[in-house]
Nanobody, 117 residues
Framework: QVQLVESGGGLVQPGESLRLSCADS????????MGWYRQAPGKQREWVAS???????NYADSVKGRFTISRDDAKNTVYLQMNNLKLEDTAVYSC???????????WGQGTQVTVSS
C-alpha cells in the first residue's frame, strides 16, 4: 500500500520558518497533482496549498504570501516552505498525491508542526 512520507516538522517560535518534504518511491509524482493539508487539534482537515500540471500553484488565503509549494519530479518530492509561521499554523501537515488519469489519491501520515512562544 502506497503511503507518502512527510518530514521536516518540528517546534518553532512565531516568525520562524520550516520546510516540509513529501516523498515516495512507488508512485510517479510527475503524474500527480500534489497538495498539502493540515489538521489542527479539534478542527477538520483543511487544504493549504496545491501544485498541479505546469507548476500552477494555489494557496489558502490564510497562508498566501507566507507559504510556498514546490515540486522536484526528478526526486519525486514535493516541498512546503513555510515562512513567518504563526501560532495558528500549528497542526499536523499531510501530503496528498492524486493521479491525474486514475484520480486515485494517496496520503501520508503527516508531520507535526508546532508554533509556540
Amino acid at each position: 500500500q502506497v503511503q507518502l512520507v512527510e518530514s521536516g516538522g518540528g517546534l518553532v517560535q512565531p516568525g520562524e520558518s520550516l520546510r516540509l518534504s513529501c516523498a515516495d518511491s512507488r508512485i510517479s509524482f510527475s503524474m500527480c497533482d500534489m497538495g498539502w493539508y493540515r489538521q489542527a487539534p479539534g478542527k477538520q482537515r483543511e487544504w493549504v496549498a496545491s501544485i498541479i500540471s505546469g507548476g500552477i500553484t494555489n494557496y489558502a488565503d490564510s497562508v498566501k504570501g507566507r507559504f510556498t509549494i514546490s515540486r522536484d519530479d526528478a526526486k519525486n518530492t514535493v516541498y512546503l516552505q513555510m515562512n513567518n509561521l504563526k501560532l495558528e499554523d500549528t497542526a499536523v501537515y499531510s501530503c496528498n498525491a492524486q493521479n491525474r488519469l486514475s484520480r486515485r489519491s494517496y496520503w501520508g501520515q503527516g508531520t507535526q508542526v508546532t508554533v509556540s512562544s
